[in-house]
């Protein structure tokens, strides 16, 4: 992999990027884990070489901007899940309610560890 082209990296880089679409389309965020050292270190070869196609470049740069908004996407979707399962925690705990004067009343709520048993 020493010798390799300008347009073999390119290439392999639009291979990868392809591939980290599929995985962040099929909401498989685990593989870009592995996807990422390997788009890191083709991008650090590109960026070595000194002469690099601007064509070429174009339509990867198309395709990393794509991804970032897919990536930024999923990292919205996940924020959405965080949020709403603290908002059932905090829901579990108790009901804040305001009395007639303005304060905060907490009233808790008692949730039942046993099992009943049905005929």
Same mark, same amino acid.
């Given at each position: 992999? #020493? ?37 890191? #270190? ?70 039942? #560890?046993?099992?009943? #048993?049905?005929?």
């Amino acid at each position: 992999m #020493k010798n390799e082209t300008p347009t073999e990296l390119i290439a392999a880089l639009d291979e990868l990027l392809d591939l980290e679409r599929a995985a962040l389309v099929d909401g498989e965020l685990e593989r870009l884990g592995v996807l990422l050292p390997q788009k890191e #270190k083709l991008i650090e070869r590109i960026n070595t070489l000194d002469s690099v196609e601007r064509e070429a470049l174009a339509g990867v740069q198309s395709k990393v901007s794509r991804n970032q908004s897919l990536l930024n996407s999923a990292m919205e979707g996940i924020q959405a899940v965080a949020n709403r399962m603290a908002e059932l925690r905090r829901v579990r705990r108790g009901l804040e309610t305001y009395d007639e004067s303005g304060r905060k009343m907490q009233h808790n709520t008692q949730v039942s #560890k046993q099992l009943e #048993k049905r005929a």
